[in-house]
């Protein structure tokens, strides 16, 4: 297949070079389970992001992803294997990592500044310093008037806006994003994912985009992991050259978007049929 | 021409919504004034029943009082004194010994769930205590303190301690273990030290659910104390009560019964304040958006 070679290269898996923004080496990852047994997470996984790189994966549910992205925090320890970041060794949560959540993990008590300015807040910059970043960041994701508003009085897109407020203004080097926009309508999801690209490129931070949506993984990264059914591993990986800066909007009309997408959902239909067939069998 | 009319149409339109929310108003107000209405006439027709039942004897005054009985007997302590010295003192020392078992019971009981909501070891072992000394009958404790500790303050301070304590401590305990995990981690990812995070992340969480056993057991506290007070003391409302039934006057019990169901109210009134000021970051409850 020639578009293959031009748009969508398959790379094969190599062990890291060491100065890697995220360097995961033959990973494997077991969690004990509460009846006592062993059940791998994911096995033998290696993945590479080089600094200022937008990697995506994409693999069916239950393969692993989040767990991948909890081994670059070192909220998890890996079984076997090892991951460095910027070069180091994970031993503790490191201050140069951001994580958008998969699920919603505002401060509901906490007004929407006073959420925004957690981390500098943490961080130990003084509260007047804080306050001032976090309005800035506020107006840049356009809720300038949404201040003093608490979560819950919030849309979801909103609360979504300001989790990516919350998580830029440590102005992270790497940016973990755990689905971060799969409960989102369309339009919002595509403005989203704008100011998504448009603030990475400012700031020149490493991604890893965990998704369901291939479209969106083709649409965003620079490189995007196909993960197989669990224990999870890496199947492949794929470069994306569409030329930057990328529209979202009128990205997945582009024909050479559309072959990419087709090409790498040969690859994932299978594993997303597999992972479903198993977890029919297993009745979870 | 088309502009004009629309305008009329949107005057209009405003006109009629108007009139729909008078109206909607005026219901609430009727409604609101309906269940007054007929919340103080039970109350009137509950009095007169009683009190026309002790007239006509269907009802023995001797042992169910009756509420005029009553009235006179708040009305001679307040204006004569009690037998053990002037009302508002003895108000004032269960109030006094109630407030301290409140206060050092909750927060012994926030600080015990706390520390054993974050640290698995520490659960594990204490918990089989923790159930042990739950399950014994708090109230019969009130007798081994008066022995300990003497007829005075301290006794019944530490009998209304015990009666909290357990109550916030499961509460906190369940709080701070139901505090939602990817906040957590959210909180150690954005920078904070495991201080921090019990202080900004785990406390606030459980903040509810510690609010919630604060009300119930500032009633404990006042159980605590005028049980104490009844098992032996030299002032107090629960002395009081027990010199009256003593002398079997039933009056005597039944207006210090009232007394101090109108502090346990006081005070349950300004314990709600302060959770609605504390948790004003919660959403309304869907009846009470609409009202
Ligand atoms: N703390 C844990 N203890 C035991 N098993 C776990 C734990 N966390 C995750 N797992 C298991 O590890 C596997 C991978 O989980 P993970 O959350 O990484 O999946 P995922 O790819 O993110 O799925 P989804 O797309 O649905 O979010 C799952 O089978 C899950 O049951
Ligand atoms: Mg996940």
Same mark, same amino acid.
């Given at each position: 297949?020639?578009? +293959?070679?031009?748009?969508?290269?398959?790379?094969?898996?190599?062990?890291?070079?060491? /100065?890697?923004?995220i360097a995961i080496d033959d990973v494997t990852l077991r969690f004990v389970?509460?009846?006592?047994?062993?059940?791998?997470?994911?096995?033998?996984?290696?993945?590479?992001?080089?600094?200022?790189?937008?990697?995506?994966?994409?693999?069916?549910?239950?393969?692993?992803?989040?767990?991948?992205?909890?081994? #670059?925090?070192?909220?998890?320890?890996?079984?076997?294997?090892?991951?460095?970041?910027?070069?180091?060794?994970?031993?503790?949560?490191?201050?140069?990592? =951001?994580?958008?959540?998969?699920?919603?993990?505002?401060?509901?008590?906490?007004?929407?500044?006073?959420? #925004?300015?957690?981390?500098?807040?943490?961080?130990?910059?003084?509260?007047?310093?804080?306050?001032?970043?976090?309005?800035?960041?506020?107006?840049?994701?356009?809720?300038?008037?949404?201040?003093?508003?608490?979560?819950?009085?919030?849309?979801?897109?909103?609360?979504?806006?300001?989790?990516?407020?919350?998580?830029?203004?440590? +102005?992270?080097?790497?940016?973990?994003? /755990?689905?971060?926009?799969?409960?989102?309508?369309? &339009?919002?999801?595509?403005?989203?994912?704008?100011?998504?690209?448009?603030?990475?490129?400012?700031?020149?931070?490493?991604?890893?985009?965990?998704?369901?949506?291939?479209?969106?993984?083709?649409?965003?990264?620079?490189?995007?992991?196909?993960?197989?059914?669990?224990?999870?591993?890496?199947?492949?990986?794929?470069?994306?050259? *569409?030329?930057?800066?990328?529209?979202?909007?009128?990205?997945?009309?582009?024909?050479?978007?559309?072959?990419?997408?087709?090409?790498?959902?040969?690859?994932?239909?299978?594993?997303?049929?597999?992972?479903?067939?198993?977890?029919?069998?297993?009745?979870? | 021409?088309?502009?004009?009319?629309?305008?009329?149409?949107?005057?209009?339109?405003?006109?009629?919504?108007?009139?729909?929310? %008078?109206?909607?108003?005026?219901?609430?107000?009727?409604?609101?004034?309906?269940?007054?209405?007929?919340?103080?006439?039970?109350?009137?027709?509950?009095?007169?029943?009683?009190?026309?039942?002790?007239?006509?004897?269907?009802?023995?005054?001797?042992?169910?009082?009756?509420?005029?009985?009553?009235?006179? +007997?708040?009305?001679?302590?307040?204006?004569?004194?009690?037998?053990?010295?002037?009302?508002? *003192?003895?108000?004032? #020392?269960?109030?006094?010994?109630?407030?301290?078992?409140?206060?050092?019971?909750?927060?012994?009981?926030?600080?015990?769930?706390?520390?054993?909501?974050?640290?698995?070891? *520490?659960?594990?072992?204490?918990?089989?205590?923790?159930?042990?000394?739950?399950?014994?009958?708090?109230?019969?404790? =009130?007798?081994?303190?008066?022995?300990?500790?003497?007829?005075?303050?301290?006794?019944?301070?530490?009998?209304?301690?015990?009666?909290?304590?357990?109550?916030?401590?499961?509460?906190?305990?369940?709080?701070?273990?139901?505090?939602?995990?990817?906040?957590?981690? $959210?909180?150690?990812?954005?920078?904070?030290?495991?201080? &921090?995070?019990?202080?900004?992340?785990?406390?606030?969480?459980?903040?509810?659910?510690?609010?919630?056993?604060?009300?119930?057991?500032?009633?404990?506290?006042? #159980?605590?104390?005028?049980?104490?007070?009844?098992?032996?003391?030299? &002032?107090?409302?629960?002395?009081?009560?027990?010199?009256? +039934?003593?002398?079997?006057?039933? $009056?005597?019990?039944? %207006?210090?019964?009232?007394?101090?169901?109108?502090?346990?109210?006081?005070?349950?009134?300004?314990?709600?304040?302060?959770?609605?000021?504390?948790?004003?970051?919660?959403?309304?409850?869907?009846?009470?958006?609409?009202?």
């Amino acid at each position: 297949m020639q578009l +293959q070679s031009m748009a969508a290269e398959k790379l094969s898996p190599a062990a890291p070079p060491a /100065d890697a923004a995220i360097a995961i080496d033959d990973v494997t990852l077991r969690f004990v389970t509460p009846d006592g047994h062993m059940m791998t997470a994911i096995r033998d996984f290696t993945m590479t992001v080089a600094r200022g790189e937008f990697a995506c994966v994409v693999g069916p549910t239950g393969c692993g992803k989040s767990t991948t992205l909890n081994l #670059v925090t070192g909220l998890l320890r890996p079984t076997t294997g090892n991951v460095r970041v910027m070069g180091n060794p994970v031993t503790d949560i490191s201050r140069d990592i =951001g994580f958008v959540f998969q699920a919603d993990a505002l401060f509901p008590w906490r007004s929407v500044i006073d959420n #925004v300015a957690a981390g500098p807040l943490y961080r130990g910059t003084p509260k007047a310093e804080a306050l001032e970043r976090a309005r800035d960041w506020i107006a840049r994701v356009g809720l300038a008037r949404f201040e003093k508003h608490y979560p819950h009085q919030l849309s979801g897109g909103m609360r979504k806006r300001v989790a990516l407020a919350q998580t830029f203004i440590n +102005q992270p080097k790497i940016l973990l994003m /755990d689905e971060p926009f799969s409960a989102l309508d369309m &339009q919002t999801r595509t403005a989203m994912q704008d100011e998504l690209l448009g603030l990475w490129s400012e700031q020149k931070s490493s991604v890893v985009f965990v998704t369901h949506d291939l479209e969106e993984a083709v649409a965003l990264a620079d490189k995007v992991y196909v993960l197989t059914a669990g224990p999870g591993t890496v199947k492949s990986v794929y470069r994306i050259d *569409l030329p930057r800066p990328r529209v979202m909007a009128d990205i997945r009309y582009d024909p050479k978007f559309i072959e990419i997408a087709k090409v790498i959902w040969n690859d994932l239909r299978e594993e997303v049929q597999l992972g479903q067939s198993r977890g029919l069998q297993t009745g979870h | 021409m088309t502009a004009i009319s629309s305008t009329d149409r949107a005057t209009a339109r405003e006109a009629s919504i108007a009139v729909a929310e %008078a109206r909607a108003r005026a219901r609430l107000r009727r409604r609101y004034a309906l269940v007054i209405g007929l919340r103080l006439a039970i109350l009137i027709v509950f009095l007169g029943l009683w009190e026309l039942g002790a007239d006509y004897n269907f009802i023995d005054p001797f042992f169910f009082s009756s509420p005029s009985g009553i009235w006179q +007997q708040i009305w001679s302590w307040v204006t004569e004194g009690t037998s053990q010295g002037p009302l508002w *003192l003895q108000m004032y #020392v269960t109030l006094e010994e109630t407030f301290l078992g409140f206060v050092i019971g909750a927060l012994g009981g926030i600080a015990a769930g706390i520390i054993l909501g974050r640290n698995r070891l *520490l659960a594990d072992v204490f918990s089989i205590y923790i159930k042990i000394a739950n399950s014994v009958p708090r109230v019969v404790l =009130g007798s081994v303190f008066i022995i300990a500790l003497g007829l005075g303050m301290a006794s019944k301070v530490a009998l209304a301690v015990v009666m909290v304590f357990f109550v916030v401590f499961a509460n906190a305990f369940q709080g701070v273990r139901e505090a939602d995990r990817a906040m957590i981690a $959210n909180a150690r990812i954005l920078g904070a030290s495991p201080w &921090q995070i019990t202080t900004t992340v785990i406390i606030p969480s459980a903040m509810s659910w510690i609010l919630a056993s604060l009300h119930v057991s500032f009633g404990f506290a006042l #159980v605590g104390a005028v049980v104490g007070e009844f098992l032996g003391a030299k &002032q107090g409302m629960g002395l009081l009560i027990s010199t009256a +039934q003593g002398a079997f006057n039933a $009056n005597g019990v039944f %207006a210090a019964m009232i007394i101090l169901a109108v502090m346990a109210l006081v005070v349950e009134f300004i314990i709600t304040r302060f959770e609605n000021y504390v948790v004003k970051w919660r959403p309304a409850p869907f009846n009470e958006q609409g009202a």
